[in-house]
């Protein structure tokens, strides 16, 4: 059930819909960050979705992240490593790196310092993939916050189809959809 006393039962589609001026231009950029050019993998990029959404307690993100994010190949199992132990079979001591580093921004983001960052350097990424991972951590945490401020739940089946259609047609196909209502 949603906070929403004018349709308790919204799901995000809704939400999408009842306010396009808003989802409309947060979907271009989801579009540039997702699907632009980075450092970073496009499944990697939907793992640190799924991964700040985890931190956050946003369930809706982290399984639509998570499902777009295996649909690029990568296991489901790495998520669910990540929330235990950060040290995912098989993930590699450079993406462990940017993981630590996101997980310290999104929970003490006034904490960071120059060898947090370094930490992140030092193990071969370069400054494009800092970049890109601190602005999909500030993303992620806006996302979560319209959807876990307005209770939209985490329907499986919506979340799935969503992970399949950003798999599919990106980002630019929900600021379509949008711009469409």
């Not at 793992?47 to 690029?72: K, P, T």
């Not at 993981?99 to 929970?107: C, M, Q, S, T, V």
């Not at 890109?132 to 499986?156: E, K, S």
């Not at 990106?170 to 379509?176: E, F, I, L, R, S």
Request: hydrophobic letters at 40%.
């Amino acid at each position: 059930m949603s906070f929403l006393k004018s349709n308790p039962q919204a799901s995000l589609p809704d939400v999408l819909r009842q306010y396009p001026e808003l989802a409309g231009p947060l979907f271009q950029i989801g579009e540039t960050l997702m699907r632009g050019p980075s450092a970073l993998s496009e499944g990697e990029r939907e793992l640190i979705g799924a991964y700040v959404s985890f931190l956050n307690g946003c369930h809706f993100f982290m399984d639509v992240h998570g499902h777009a994010a295996e649909r690029f190949g990568l296991d489901r199992r790495i998520l669910e490593q990540l929330k235990g132990t950060e040290q995912p079979d098989g993930f590699g001591d450079q993406r462990i790196s940017l993981f630590r580093y996101i997980r310290r921004l999104n929970d003490s983001p006034g904490d960071i310092v120059q060898e947090d960052a370094d930490a992140v350097l030092d193990k071969g990424w370069d400054e494009n993939a800092l970049v890109n991972a601190v602005v999909l951590c500030g993303f992620f945490n806006l996302m979560n916050r319209w959807v876990n401020g307005l209770g939209i739940p985490a329907d499986h089946e919506v979340t799935e189809k969503l992970g399949q259609m950003l798999h599919d047609k990106g980002y630019a196909a929900v600021a379509d959809m949008v711009r469409s209502m």
